[in-house]
């Protein structure tokens, strides 16, 4: 396993870990979710780990929404002087995350790899979602969502959100956008106006329309290689059942070739103590398709 240290397009300097191989042929690039970091995902370095043993590149790369609250340095792309800026899940723009992405799929290609899989989890997904829609990028072999989930729709139906998004559009109003909000999003964690209104009904990570499950499924319906989804079996992000979701995914999945929708038993939202199990359905899928 190897640290990289690597700059994005927009200048931010970011963490990644690599686990490689002497085949240099397919690597599997991840995008991680909310508040998520290196040292605190149970799962990673196993998925890495099992991987590379099986002949795979991977790279798990941090993007500015890691941790909560972060200081990253930042240089700026003419002058080339540094800086520092707060950002992390508390005030990331959803919008700015192709730069995360992109510098992790050009990182492998510089590594040597002809082949890219672009795997995420949770939030991670939408990111990914995202990305495709902007960049269209055909060349990706394949793609891999773990526990994605439709956070529009899920904040939408509980409808415990309309007070917050009352005081993010007040303090966007009076041009204090980064202002931190008086509640915890999920109750977990402090979110500013500006990044908790990318969640509302409409915004720019309405991308994946599980709940409301209308016609049109936006860019999910688009992607035209292999997909492999998980879920856990009592994962937080379910919408109806993991077996219902996948059937309607299956169906939305329309330009899809060839989808898998797998449930590990007794997972959870974050695969705690189901980390094995995970990287097994990850390395079987990956074994049998690239």
């Not at 509980?158 to 999920?186: Q, Y």
């Not at 688009?222 to 919408?239: N, Y």
Request: hydrophobic share 35%; charged share 25%.
């Amino acid at each position: 396993m190897k640290l990289l240290h690597r700059y994005t397009k927009d200048g931010l300097n970011l963490l990644g870990c690599y686990w490689g191989n002497q085949k240099k042929e397919t690597c599997v690039v991840f995008t991680h979710g909310m508040f998520d970091n290196l040292l605190e995902n149970t799962f990673v370095h196993i998925l890495g780990e099992n991987l590379s043993k099986n002949g795979y590149g991977f790279i798990f790369g941090h993007n500015r929404g890691y941790g909560v609250i972060n200081n990253i340095i930042k240089k700026d792309p003419r002058t080339k002087k540094t800086s520092e800026e707060i950002i992390g899940s508390t005030f990331e723009n959803f919008g700015e995350s192709i730069y995360d992405i992109e510098l992790w799929i050009e990182e492998a290609k510089k590594l040597g790899y002809s082949k890219i899989i672009l795997a995420g989890h949770s939030f991670g997904c939408l990111k990914n979602l995202y990305y495709i829609s902007k960049k269209k990028p055909y060349w990706i072999e394949g793609f891999i969502f773990i526990s994605i989930p439709d956070s529009v729709g899920l904040i939408n139906r509980s409808g415990m959100f309309e007070k917050m998004f009352l005081e993010a559009d007040k303090n966007i109003g009076n041009g204090r956008a980064k202002k931190i909000l008086a509640k915890k999003m999920l109750g977990v964690f402090p979110i500013c106006s500006q990044t908790l209104l990318n969640l509302k009904k409409g915004g720019i990570t309405d991308i994946f329309p599980l709940v409301e499950n209308p016609k049109e499924f936006g860019i999910f319906e688009k992607i035209k290689k292999p997909i492999l989804m998980i879920l856990g079996e009592k994962d937080s992000v379910i919408v109806n059942s993991p077996e219902k979701d996948f059937k309607i995914l299956k169906e939305k999945a329309i330009n899809c070739p060839d989808f898998t929708g797998i449930v590990i038993k007794d997972g959870t939202h974050r695969y705690i103590k189901k980390e094995n199990e995970l990287s097994k359905v990850v390395n079987e899928w990956v074994k049998s398709k690239f």
